[in-house]
């Protein structure tokens, strides 16, 4: 079964303070690929990340940091210092089973974050 | 540089009535697909498209009809709308490639009374 969880429904933190957004995925593909998208309170989404199955190495892009563990699976998101301006709902995808061919993404129900000045 | 342009952002309708969501991407993508976002639930595919000329159905294509004649276009119909179509209603389109992050349209917010 494709699935993706994110078991947090809403966090709140107060600015500065780091947080991490989980992210658990079910496929029964060996090849995959993990996604990251924002949703600002205005409501576009906003991609933040892709992630191949078959590069574990942790990424990091200014204040926000990625870790991919194949073992667990799961694709956590870190803000480091957060800020006002990271409120926002996040949404971990998961690309479609290859033998699919629809190339498209199954979503978790997504994180919404309030960061309190 | 538009990317993916929805028409129209906002939208009022009675039970019953029919309207068509318009989507335009100017990448010339491929793949084009419609999700609707309602609240707790994440997004969920309604239906998609491979390429001008086809059209699937995704996970919840019930009351909604599509159709692709342009490669740069993906229009989305509600024949008869109901309330449990109110929604949020966003398209994208991707590459040919897996890998490639879908891109996004600012949504259209669809209410029925």
């Known amino acids: 079964a494709q699935k993706v969880t994110q078991a947090q429904t809403e966090i709140s933190v107060v600015e500065k303070e780091d947080v991490t957004l989980d992210c658990v995925y079910e496929?029964?593909?060996?090849?995959?690929?993990l996604f990251w998208y924002k949703q600002p309170p205005s409501g576009e989404l906003v991609f933040l990340i892709r992630?191949?199955?078959?590069?574990?190495q942790n990424e990091i892009s200014g204040r926000y940091s990625w870790n991919f563990q194949k073992s667990t699976s799961s694709f956590n998101f870190t803000i480091t210092a957060s800020q006002v301006v990271d409120s926002a709902v996040y949404f971990c995808?998961?690309?479609?089973?290859?033998?699919?061919?629809?190339?498209?993404?199954?979503f978790g129900s997504g994180t919404r974050l309030q960061v309190q000045p | 540089n538009a990317g993916v342009t929805q028409t129209p952002k906002f939208r009022v309708l009675k039970t019953g009535q029919s309207m068509t969501l318009l989507c335009a991407q100017d990448?010339?993508?491929?793949?084009m697909y419609w999700y609707r976002q309602d609240p707790g639930m994440g997004l969920r595919l309604i239906h998609y498209?491979?390429?001008?000329?086809?059209?699937a159905k995704g996970e919840v294509p019930d009351g909604y009809n599509v159709s692709r004649l342009k490669k740069q276009n993906f229009l989305l119909g509600l024949e008869s709308a109901a309330p449990s179509q109110t929604s949020v209603y966003f398209c994208?389109?991707?590459?040919?490639?897996?890998?490639?992050?879908?891109?996004f349209g600012d949504g259209t917010r669809l209410s029925i009374l």
């Open positions: 994208a389109s991707s590459q040919d490639s897996r890998n490639q992050p879908q891109h």
């Open positions: 496929t029964r593909d060996t090849t995959y690929y």
């Open positions: 992630r191949n199955s078959f590069d574990e």
């Open positions: 995808a998961l690309s479609d089973p290859m033998d699919t061919g629809r190339r498209a993404l199954t």
């Open positions: 990448m010339n993508h491929e793949y």
């Open positions: 498209s491979v390429g001008e000329g086809t059209t």
